[in-house]
């Protein structure tokens, strides 16, 4: 993990930027403490933060040309099989001063171009400098593991781009603007899930696309898009299948010139992972006073110890995320209420006292059908046939219901899929998103229309594909992944997704749906080959995820009387009426609903703002 910040403007690079370029720079020190290096001429600038993972001399430092000296390049990533292209270049004439993956990309980009992309197994967002041409690509990995940002909304017209918004504040030329029409889709979404940012004319350079800047003229192009095209073997092949692809692939993850630890939980996923990897130590974060639902480390230390290896955990209270809440969301970039991103917060600062980098389980459940959402309960499979127009008007009856159980059921029985589905988390309907919000704000995409013009595009793939593909779209890379990055470079930590590899993904994207979920089984053919290497009570444990007491947090009164402050404050006011959000946390707090998602979603976008435009 790395990180870098770059200028692009064509024959006017000036004196000035360097100092400019110097300050991005350093504003994402924390992605890479141990070097750093510039580039400059008369089009472009690069800076460049280290954390050493290969080649740990000053050989390794970027940015790194070619021999000729016509290229260069700035990498954050790893790219795994290096030693394989290496060789392969090797054999076509070219010679290596480095062991260093990021000479491997250049050199593989310097006799491949674009292609070099279908070659490469591994996380990464590089860019490219053709001094002779002067043409600047930009690449992403395929599901988006390592981020990546662009924008010309700048005073002088020059291209910005790095692996953190933050940084372009740092640039005068930035013109920062908020986005109005990123709030009401990130209330029902729960973090920013489309191409444009909350930073007004910012953009995710999106997974698996590439950058071509030539002449001052941008070209975006896909170069990889997943897809799931189900083969016909047995069951037994396919755990066959999935047990040598994981295997062979953590084994290749696990190499570095840098000590590796594993996250651990209780499930099957990182404990896969980890029964593979058996690095030597793990990490686990847990909630003090939640024992039986809000922690499992002991389940953690357990396995570990029973691979003889070393546990450290992490438990901590609402005053530690309370606490901690603005500097997440600066590191966030954009506002993020996936609850989780608290615990990995303090779970990556935990791990970063030890080791510089851990293996991780993130992208299972994407892959091989995980997540309860994927699935379908027998109430709900009997309720699916009564009459859709029946249950059509039911849900629109309840959709005035309080907040529970019982309306999320009869919602979900009388919604299409892309209003059922729009990925794992769905917060604030979409009318009451706009209806909670002041006018000026209500502009911006619908969820439920972004997910219907996706699915349109998918008419021979079954629900279950459906739901992995949009979660593949937007759910992993904008939520998920992102969520680990920024949590754990904050704190100088490198996370590693052996699931997330080219040859695990063309193994998942082969299985039927009926070995990946049946009924209230998920991840089967997952869970047969992770049996081989640890006990049944972990390969058949079900899905816990990091859950955060918030409800009960909320139902004290110093966590509801901070709370309270912020609705009251003249930036809520800006955005919301406060008077509805009032209502939902007075609702909640006297157990009248259970309100905490809408409520940790309007609090985390006023910290957010707070940090990025008050303090800022």
Known sequence: MCGYVGIYKLNNYKEEDNSFLEKMSQEIIHRGPDSYGYFSDDSIGLGFRRLAFLDLTKRGRQPLFTDDNKKVICFNGE?????????????????????????????????????????????????????ENKELFIARDFFGIKPMYYTTNTKDG????????KAFLKNPNFNKEFNEKALKPFLTNE?????????????????????????????????FKPEINPTNKSLDQYIEDVEK????????????????????????????????????????????????DYNET????????????????????????????????????????????????????????????????????????????????????????????????????????????????????????????????????????????????????????????????LVNKTTLQKKQLLDMKYWLPGNILLKGDKMSSCWSLE??????????YDVASSIPDKYKVNGDDFKIALRRAAEKVMPEDWSNRKKVGFPVPIRYWLRQEKYYNIMKEEFNSPTAKEFFHTEMLMKLLDDHFHEKAMNQRFLWTVYVFLIWYKEFFINR
């Open 298 to 457: 002991n389940l953690a230390k357990e396995l570990t110890e029973l691979k003889g290896k070393e546990n450290h955990k992490v438990l901590i209270d609402a005053d530690d995320c309370f606490d901690a809440l603005p500097k997440i969301q600066y590191f966030m970039d954009e506002p993020h209420a996936n609850l989780s991103a608290v615990p990995m917060y303090f779970l990556s600062q935990l791990a970063a006292s030890h080791v510089k980098g851990v293996l991780s389980g993130e992208g299972a459940d994407e892959l091989f059908g995980g997540y309860f959402s994927y699935g379908e309960t027998k109430n709900l499979h009997n309720y699916r046939k009564l009459p859709f127009g029946l249950r059509r008007l039911v849900r629109n009856v309840s959709l005035k219901m309080k907040n529970g159980r019982i309306r999320r059921f009869l919602t979900k029985g009388g919604s299409h899929l892309h209003e059922e589905f729009i990925g794992q988390a769905k917060v604030f309907e979409p009318l009451y998103a706009e209806e909670i919000l002041q006018s000026k704000y209500r502009k911006g995409e619908n969820p439920y229309e972004v997910t219907k013009e996706f699915f349109k595009c």
């Open 191 to 223: 973090y920013s899930a489309y191409e444009e940012t909350f930073f007004k004319g910012v953009y995710k350079l999106e997974a698996g696309n590439y950058l071509k800047v030539k002449d001052g003229k941008i070209e975006k192009v896909t170069y």
């Open 245 to 292: 692809a994981v295997e062979e692939t953590v084994a290749l993850y696990k190499k570095s010139h840098s000590p590796l630890g594993c996250f651990l939980s209780g499930g099957v996923d990182s404990s896969y992972i980890f029964s593979l990897a058996q690095t030597d130590k793990t990490f686990s974060v847990g909630f003090k006073d939640y024992d039986k």
């Open 158 to 165: 020059s291209l910005l781009f790095g692996s953190e918004i």
């Open 495 to 504: 996370v590693r997704t052996p699931f997330l590899d080219k040859k695990v």
């Open 79 to 131: 790219i795994y099989n290096h030693d394989e292209i290496r060789q392969d270049l090797i054999k076509e004439g070219y010679s290596f001063h480095t062991e260093t993956d990021t000479e491997v990309l250049l050199k593989g980009y310097d006799r491949y171009k674009e292609g070099i992309l279908d070659r490469v197994r591994g996380m990464f967002a590089f860019t490219v400098w053709n001094l």
